[in-house]
């Protein structure tokens, strides 16, 4: 059974970076599910896709967040990380990282995905 467990801190300071990552279990980053979203849910508003990374290590943005946004991955850890910089308390959010097979950019239905995380509350404030 796959699972995403996301990790992070839960309280960030105005302008500094967000750290979060998303661990992954039974099933290989590299080799197994081809594409690895960021998604969050800032209070009392919708879903907002953030950006992928496939299994070769490409990734894409959303146009919105790209100047601040950085995807990556740590194969040996099987782990996929969030770097959001400069962050505001409009970054508050629940953060989700989510599984898909196919290249899906911008997309927010949850049904698009095969797997979701529980997600993780971020706080920005000072």
């Known amino acids: 059974q796959v699972k995403l467990q996301e990790s992070g801190p839960g309280l960030v300071t105005p302008s500094q970076t967000l750290s979060l990552t998303c661990t992954v279990s039974?099933?290989?980053?590299?080799?197994?599910?081809?594409?690895w979203h960021w998604i969050r849910q800032p209070p009392g508003k919708g879903l907002e896709w953030m950006g992928v990374?496939?299994?070769?290590?490409?990734?894409y943005y959303s146009p919105h967040l790209k100047s601040r946004t950085f995807i990556a991955r740590d194969t040996p850890k099987n782990q996929v990380t969030l770097q959001l910089l400069s962050v505001t308390p409009e970054d508050t959010a629940v953060y989700f990282c989510?599984?898909?097979?196919?290249?899906?950019?911008?997309?927010?239905?949850?049904?698009?995905?095969?797997?979701w995380g529980q997600g993780t509350q971020v706080t920005v404030s000072s």
């Open positions: 039974g099933a290989s980053i590299a080799t197994g599910f081809d594409y």
């Open positions: 990374i496939s299994y070769s290590g490409s990734t």
């Open positions: 989510a599984a898909s097979k196919t290249l899906i950019l911008g997309v927010t239905s949850k049904d698009a995905y095969e797997y």
